[in-house]
Structures are given as structure tokens and as C-alpha cells.
């Protein structure tokens, strides 16, 4: 099965600054059509998670474009280029690569 | 838009079966794949199985095997997932998510299912 890793598991950030969350996989997630397959979610405090980026880099439906999605093979990255404060929550990572999906632990990003 | 809502809560005493509903509107039922996952109180999300409502093929997670049934309704537009021999471990939130390609880009609210004796 493949293992995911994020770190760190717990962000604090300022509202108005940059912050990144790490995500590793202990197989490669890209797919022989040239995707890596790892997408990034975030569960808002009662609520259902949503997506926010998918195939590693791509921006969901009305996400902000200050998150962005990066990384490839084992190594992907989260990035808010401003941290407003409607993005607390948890942010999860997950791969659809191959069954059983998984995703990582979560990374909480407090303000 | 596309829309998944889920049936409301349970409390199963350990051993009972539960089945939890997902009514999908919005979108044509039959045309993408449904995913569940469950998240146990205080923990992350864990994928369980996915269903064809076209085929009605399944893909369980090994750990699920035999725990889990995933149908559907197409008259309805309603997918289910029914799991067996409740133990209190099974206590979580029960979300469905629609895959568009490789990503689950619409949930349900979630099903809370509670085990207790």
C-alpha cells in the first residue's frame, strides 16, 4: 500500500503570510500518462473536506489562485501564497494513483 | 449543481448492520464512479471501496472486505453502503464523493454512525 507523509502536522500562520505544507509518498505517484496522481483537500471545522488541487498542480473549480500545487514522483508541496483567514482547517493529501487510495495524516493550519 | 446528500445518523448496537444512503442530483447518476470514506472521530479520512452506479462493479479496500456492500438505486439516483457486524470501532462519519477523473470533487455531508451497547 502507499504510504503518505505531510509535515508539519500542525501550521500556524499569519493572516497575509506565505505558508507550505510538504507531502511524501513512499512510491512514485506519477502515472505513465505523464500525471502524477495526488490531489490536496481541505476540511474545513465541521464540515466535509473539498477539493483544492488535483494531478499534483491543477486548481479545483473556484479555488483562490493563491494555492498552488507542486511536486513530482514522491515530493509534493502545498502552497498559500497569503493566508487569509478562512483557510483554517485541515489539509489533507490523498492518492488516487492505486487501491487502496490513502491519504496522509493532516496537516491543522491555525491562525 | 451537483449535489450528494447523505441520510442522517445512526446508533447501532455492536453486531447490527447499517446502510447508509447517498442521493446524487445535479449530474447524470450513472456517468462517475462513487467513493466512500470514513473518518473516525479525531482522525483523518480513509478510503473504503468505490462503486461503478453504471455496472454496479465494486473495489473495497482489503480492510473492508467482507464489512462492506456498496449498491445502488438507479431509479433514485441513490448509492448505498451497507456495513455488517458493527463493533465500536466502526463509530465514524460516513462521507460519499463523486470521482471526476482522479479527484473527489463533490461529497456528501457525511453519516454519523455511532456503535454503542
Not at chain 1, 19 to 29: D, E, F, G, K, M
Not at chain 1, 41 to 56: N, R, T
Not at chain 2, 15 to 41: D, L, T
Amino acid at each position: 500500500d502507499i504510504v503518505m507523509t505531510q509535515s508539519p502536522l500542525s501550521l500556524p500562520v499569519t493572516p497575509g503570510e506565505p505558508a507550505s505544507i510538504s507531502c511524501r509518498s513512499n512510491q512514485s505517484l506519477l502515472h505513465g500518462n505523464g500525471y502524477n496522481y495526488l490531489d490536496w483537500y481541505l476540511q474545513k471545522p465541521g464540515k466535509s473536506p473539498h477539493l483544492l488541487i488535483y494531478l499534483a498542480s491543477t486548481r479545483a473549480s473556484g479555488v483562490p489562485d493563491r494555492f498552488s500545487g507542486s511536486g513530482s514522483g514522491t515530493d509534493f508541496t502545498l502552497k498559500i501564497s497569503r493566508v487569509e483567514a478562512e483557510d483554517v482547517g485541515v489539509y489533507y493529501c490523498m492518492q488516487p494513483l492505486q487501491s487502496p487510495y490513502s491519504f496522509g495524516q493532516g496537516t491543522k493550519l491555525e491562525i | 449543481q451537483v449535489q450528494l446528500v447523505q441520510s442522517g445518523a445512526e446508533v447501532k448496537k455492536p453486531g447490527a448492520s447499517v446502510k447508509v444512503s447517498c442521493k446524487a442530483s445535479g449530474y447524470m447518476f450513472i456517468g462517475y464512479h462513487i467513493h466512500w470514506v470514513r473518518q473516525a472521530p479525531g482522525q483523518g479520512p480513509e478510503w473504503m471501496g468505490l462503486f461503478n452506479p453504471d455496472s454496479g462493479d465494486t473495489e473495497y479496500a482489503q480492510k473492508f472486505q467482507g464489512k462492506v456492500t456498496m449498491t445502488r438505486d438507479t431509479s433514485i439516483n441513490t448509492a448505498y453502503l451497507e456495513l455488517r457486524n458493527l463493533r465500536s470501532d466502526d463509530t465514524a462519519l460516513y462521507f460519499c464523493a463523486r470521482e471526476l477523473g482522479s479527484a473527489f470533487d463533490s461529497w456528501g455531508q457525511g453519516t454519523m454512525v455511532i456503535v454503542s451497547s
